[in-house]
């Protein structure tokens, strides 16, 4: 049973005139409501509604898929209060590109970071805004990224994010990295 919050990632249709999907991101997942399921058609027409990126609960029965991956039955969406770090991730959506290396660029849209060099995308990570990153509580904000798979997760403090400038500083390390939103000058 589900009871707990994620950022929602948008429907898509498969076929004209079939039902189609929404998925959602947790803090371990992507989950995936079918409209072919158990979940309610007024409940999936809701969510056509909602905006990318927005952090809802979620109610109703999960089962797992694979590594990362879970099918729900939603029974019941409440829209949360809007946060910090709701606002924080808001803020983050669009394309950003490395003032250091300008072949390096990520996209984000909702909770999901797609990276590319050269043009070429090269992975995907799912991401969360939150006040902490494992051990590190002092600092934050953190942007606590996690790769497909779940395998493996990356913390960076996010020192500074505005309409053009995005500063991460990656932890435990302390790299600081700095990125431009792309068509701004840099």
């Avoid at 005139?17 to 371990?28: E, H, N, Q, T």
């Avoid at 209060?81 to 003032?99: A, C, E, F, H, T």
């Avoid at 500063?167 to 700095?178: A, D």
Wanted: charged share 20%; proline share 5%; net charge positive.
């Amino acid at each position: 049973m589900l009871g707990h919050p994620a950022v929602f990632q948008g429907c898509r249709t498969t076929r004209p005139g079939r039902p189609g999907f929404c998925s959602f991101v947790d803090r371990g997942s992507r989950l995936f409501v079918y409209g072919t399921g158990s979940t309610p058609q007024w409940l999936m027409a809701e969510l056509t509604h909602l905006e990318i990126g927005r952090r809802v609960g979620l109610t109703g029965t999960r089962r797992d898929l694979y590594e990362g991956t879970a099918e729900v039955e939603l029974a019941g969406i409440s829209l949360l209060p809007v946060n910090r770090y709701d606002r924080i991730l808001k803020r983050l959506q669009g394309q950003w590109r490395s003032d250091s290396d300008p072949l390096d660029a990520f996209q984000v849209t909702g909770a999901e970071r797609v990276n590319a060099y050269a043009g070429a995308k090269t992975s995907v990570d799912y991401i969360s805004v939150q006040p902490e990153c494992g051990v590190l509580t002092t600092h934050g904000p953190y942007l606590y990224a996690w790769d497909e798979s779940g395998t493996g997760g990356l913390c960076y403090e996010i020192s500074k994010v505005s309409d053009n400038t995005l500063v991460l500083i990656y932890q435990p390390r302390g790299r600081v990295l700095k990125y431009s939103r792309e068509g701004t000058a840099q």
